[in-house]
Nanobody, 123 residues
Framework: QVQLVESGGGLVGAGGSLRLSCATSRSIYGPNSFAWYRQAPGKQRTLVAVISSGGITKKYADSVKGRFTISRDNAENTVYLQMNSLKLEDTAVYYC????????????????WGQGTQVTVSS
């Protein structure tokens, strides 16, 4: 069963923007914090951004701070990642994850993963 579905990836030039979406069921959306992870080929999957279940608290990896914004829309049960000023090193598969805030603080992902969406930044 697919419980998180990412979309919005694609090919963009350096300095460009993309908005990723993570569509969920309301049963998963409501109680969970959410995070975006990314993984480049041959590299470890890393935490990019986290948003609390209430949408009030957000955290970002230093590498994306000031450029990326995580948000959530309660009416649509959807989590977003707005990515601006994209750099070549942002190229990766981006994954949505649902879990607890405390787990993300402990660098431990939640149980629910999306299938990933490819983001490629070109020069």
């Amino acid at each position: 069963q697919v419980q998180l579905v990412e979309s919005g990836g694609g090919l963009v030039g350096a300095g460009g923007s993309l908005r990723l979406s993570c569509a969920t069921s309301r049963s998963i959306y409501g109680p969970n914090s959410f995070a975006w992870y990314r993984q480049a080929p041959g590299k470890q999957r890393t935490l990019v951004a986290v948003i609390s279940s209430g949408g009030i608290t957000k955290k970002y990896a230093d590498s994306v701070k000031g450029r990326f914004t995580i948000s959530r829309d309660n009416a649509e049960n959807t989590v977003y990642l707005q990515m601006n000023s994209l750099k070549l090193e942002d190229t990766a598969v981006y994954y949505c994850n649902a879990g607890s805030w405390d787990s993300y603080v402990a660098d431990r992902p939640g149980d629910y993963w999306g299938q990933g969406t490819q983001v490629t930044v070109s020069s």
